[in-house]
């Protein structure tokens, strides 16, 4: 008798934590959704819609779904951060690696005491390329869907970013990542000047290929993209290589750093290359694991790793960088303070010292190279580079601006040259220029149409 009353309370018990457990679900259900609290006069992002109701510009190869429509407001962009969409991850997988790389940055200087002087002027610049390469990435892909000119705008920022993240990795590379042997043979003096001009000449080529050819994208503008890419690599590359050739891996701990950066950034270029995995699954990967996507996630994952690589580089280089590049092409100070350095290098050849850091230092005639950070001649060549650069955008941006019609506009009819083979669209002037919605009520295109 005492077991079965026990056993009742005990179920009643139970019952009533069950039923307050409910009100309080049904309560959460009831709170207000993150758009509600939006106040009514500040617009909110429109639904997705499919790739037919979007112009075929912002259209990507396999994916059917998921695009933001254009001619939105400014804000309902900003606002699709918080939206799923087939730009989400692109957006986010940068958006999270910058604040990921800030706090490996913190964890290592703490460690190391790290200290802005001389010898970390090149770590901080790799680290400036770094955050301006993602935060220019996630913007291209958050507001492109805007307008034409929005879309082409923010990609060539987009490809400026890279440019300088290319030629920020390599000043990491070769002061802290190089090989005496590697800087005396005849790549070293010009890699630095090979840096810059490859990084120019990337950009270019892709704002170029980004104005040229319309969609259906021909195989010419692929190329336009990779080959400016793989010669910049190869050569930004070239002292980690030697490196990892030359030097004993069980002796550094960074070279299996440097040999991760190196996979990620190959496992990179496959996904940007070749459109995979949706083009074995269309219409299945509008919203996740595009190649584009995982692209952005290996290249973030690279980034990170050439992080903690070139912090160890620096721990290990940066009590002989000065002596090694000299101090009046680093920072272009007084000749006392030269002066203090070759005695310091005198007093080490003395001591027999020199020989054991013969892996990380120069012989005391080599002419340092890092004047070419801070010198007039660079600011000289970066300003021209510059201005034609951005004479040449301008150009072409005036000349798109300028036409009547294009290959993307909603608006007018269209026909291509040569049945579009060669992927180069001109306006059919003669057409009509009325508004023209009917793109609106297409049915969503087959995957065999969407697959160029």
Same mark, same amino acid.
């Given at each position: 008798?005492?077991?079965?009353?026990?056993?009742?309370?005990?179920?009643?018990?139970?019952?009533?934590?069950?039923?307050? /457990? *409910?009100?309080?679900?049904?309560? =959460?259900?009831?709170?207000?959704?993150?758009?509600?609290?939006?106040?009514?006069?500040?617009?909110?992002?429109?639904?997705?819609?499919?790739?037919?109701?979007?112009?075929?510009?912002?259209?990507?190869?396999?994916?059917?779904?998921?695009?933001?429509?254009?001619?939105?407001? $400014?804000?309902?962009?900003?606002?699709?951060?918080?939206?799923?969409?087939? &730009?989400?991850?692109?957006?986010?997988?940068?958006? /999270?690696?910058?604040?990921?790389?800030?706090?490996?940055?913190?964890?290592?200087?703490?460690? @190391?005491?790290?200290?802005?002087?001389?010898?970390?002027?090149?770590?901080?610049?790799?680290?400036?390329?770094?955050?301006?390469?993602?935060?220019?990435? +996630?913007?291209?892909?958050?507001?492109?869907?805007?307008?034409?000119?929005?879309?082409?705008?923010?990609?060539?920022?987009?490809?400026?970013?890279?440019?300088? #993240?290319? #030629?920020?990795?390599?000043?990491?590379? #070769?002061?802290?990542?190089? &090989?005496? *042997?590697?800087?005396?043979?005849?790549?070293?003096? @010009?890699?630095?000047?090979?840096?810059?001009?490859?990084? $120019?000449?990337?950009? +270019?080529?892709?704002?170029?290929?980004?104005?040229?050819?319309?969609?259906?994208?021909?195989?010419?503008?692929? =190329?336009?993209?990779?080959?400016?890419?793989?010669?910049?690599?190869?050569?930004?590359?070239?002292?980690?290589?030697?490196?990892?050739?030359?030097?004993?891996?069980?002796?550094?701990?960074?070279?299996?750093?440097?040999?991760?950066?190196?996979?990620?950034?190959?496992?990179?270029?496959?996904?940007?290359?070749?459109?995979?995995?949706?083009?074995?699954?269309?219409?299945?990967?509008?919203?996740?694991?595009?190649?584009?996507?995982? =692209?952005?996630?290996?290249?973030? @994952?690279?980034?990170?790793?050439?992080?903690?690589?070139?912090?160890? &580089?620096?721990?290990?280089?940066?009590? *002989?960088?000065?002596?090694?590049?000299?101090?009046?092409?680093?920072?272009?100070?007084?000749?006392?303070?030269?002066?203090?350095? &070759?005695?310091?290098?005198?007093?080490?050849?003395?001591?027999?010292?020199?020989?054991?850091?013969?892996?990380?230092?120069?012989?005391?005639?080599?002419?340092?190279? !890092?004047?070419?950070?801070?010198?007039?001649?660079?600011?000289?060549?970066?300003?021209?580079?510059?201005?034609? /650069?951005?004479?040449?955008? @301008?150009? !072409?941006?005036?000349?798109?601006?300028?036409?009547?019609?294009?290959?993307?506009?909603?608006?007018?009819?269209?026909?291509?040259?040569?049945?579009?083979?060669?992927?180069?669209?001109?306006?059919?002037?003669?057409?009509?220029?009325? /508004?023209?919605?009917?793109?609106?009520?297409?049915?969503?295109?087959?995957?065999? *149409?969407?697959?160029?």
């Amino acid at each position: 008798m005492y077991d079965n009353e026990a056993f009742s309370a005990m179920s009643g018990d139970i019952l009533q934590r069950v039923r307050t /457990l *409910t009100l309080n679900i049904n309560y =959460f259900t009831r709170l207000p959704r993150p758009w509600d609290i939006v106040p009514t006069s500040l617009q909110c992002p429109s639904p997705t819609v499919q790739a037919s109701q979007v112009p075929s510009l912002f259209r990507e190869p396999y994916i059917l779904s998921g695009y933001r429509p254009v001619q939105q407001n $400014w804000r309902c962009y900003l606002l699709s951060l918080f939206q799923r969409h087939n &730009e989400s991850l692109n957006v986010w997988s940068h958006l /999270l690696a910058g604040p990921v790389l800030m706090i490996r940055w913190c964890a290592n200087a703490g460690a @190391l005491g790290y200290t802005l002087d001389k010898s970390s002027l090149p770590l901080c610049l790799f680290m400036v390329s770094c955050l301006t390469c993602l935060f220019g990435s +996630a913007t291209a892909h958050l507001l492109q869907s805007h307008s034409e000119h929005a879309h082409y705008f923010f990609f060539c920022m987009d490809y400026v970013g890279i440019a300088m #993240y290319q #030629y920020g990795f390599s000043l990491g590379h #070769y002061f802290y990542a190089s &090989e005496a *042997t590697w800087r005396e043979s005849c790549v070293g003096p @010009l890699y630095l000047p090979g840096a810059a001009f490859c990084a $120019w000449l990337f950009c +270019a080529c892709c704002c170029f290929a980004k104005f040229r050819y319309r969609r259906p994208y021909p195989v010419q503008r692929k =190329f336009y993209q990779v080959i400016p890419a793989a010669l910049a690599y190869l050569l930004d590359i070239s002292p980690v290589v030697h490196r990892l050739v030359t030097v004993t891996w069980t002796q550094e701990s960074s070279q299996l750093l440097q040999a991760l950066q190196i996979a990620s950034f190959l496992l990179a270029a496959l996904f940007f290359s070749c459109p995979i995995p949706e083009r074995f699954f269309p219409g299945h990967c509008d919203f996740g694991v595009q190649g584009h996507q995982i =692209f952005h996630l290996c290249l973030a @994952l690279c980034t990170i790793f050439q992080l903690e690589a070139l912090f160890q &580089e620096y721990a290990r280089r940066r009590d *002989t960088l000065v002596a090694v590049f000299g101090e009046r092409q680093l920072c272009h100070i007084k000749q006392r303070q030269l002066n203090e350095q &070759e005695q310091l290098v005198a007093e080490l050849q003395r001591n027999h010292t020199l020989s054991q850091s013969t892996r990380t230092m120069a012989p005391l005639g080599m002419t340092g190279t !890092l004047g070419w950070v801070l010198s007039p001649e660079v600011g000289i060549i970066s300003l021209v580079a510059f201005l034609v /650069l951005s004479a040449t955008l @301008l150009v !072409l941006c005036a000349r798109c601006y300028k036409k009547p019609t294009n290959a993307y506009a909603v608006n007018g009819t269209m026909k291509v040259k040569g049945g579009g083979t060669n992927g180069v669209a001109t306006p059919n002037v003669g057409g009509n220029t009325d /508004l023209d919605y009917s793109w609106r009520d297409h049915k969503a295109m087959p995957a065999s *149409t969407l697959e160029k």
